[in-house]
């Protein structure tokens, strides 16, 4: 069992910048692929990034790439997720997650998933 617990989310400025991190305890940390979802209010969940268990293999979301920075810390069990460049519909809640396989945008299933943190980007 991984538990997964995001922290950073808040309110920021169109523009703005915002870093969530998520803190994993349980089983060994650099044997899972990671990633983050979001969800806006009346919307479907929408993939954000992935990352593998080394860093060396990055996917993002087409409307992040260029905003939006993940990486993971082993030693510390710790992914983040770097946000730059905000716009109001990057508002949603946003999930930390792992899996034993890559994370990907049409994974079926995923094993694990935080209770997610509100990201609110005002205009």
């Known amino acids: 069992q991984v538990q997964l617990v995001e922290s950073g989310g808040g309110l920021v400025q169109a523009g703005g910048s915002m870093r969530l991190s998520c803190a994993a305890s349980g089983r060994t940390f650099s044997r899972y692929y990671m990633g983050w979802f979001r969800q806006a209010p009346g919307k479907e969940r929408e993939f954000v990034a992935s990352i593998n268990w080394s860093g060396s293999t990055i996917t993002y979301a087409d409307s992040m790439k260029g905003r939006f920075t993940i990486s993971r810390d082993n030693a510390k069990e710790t992914m983040c997720l770097q946000m730059n460049s905000l716009k109001p519909e990057d508002t949603a809640v946003y999930y930390c997650?792992?899996?034993?396989?890559?994370?990907?945008?049409?994974?079926?299933?995923?094993?694990?998933w935080g209770q997610g943190t509100q990201v609110t980007v005002s205009s």
């Open positions: 997650v792992a899996d034993e396989s890559y994370v990907t945008a049409t994974m079926r299933s995923i094993m694990y």
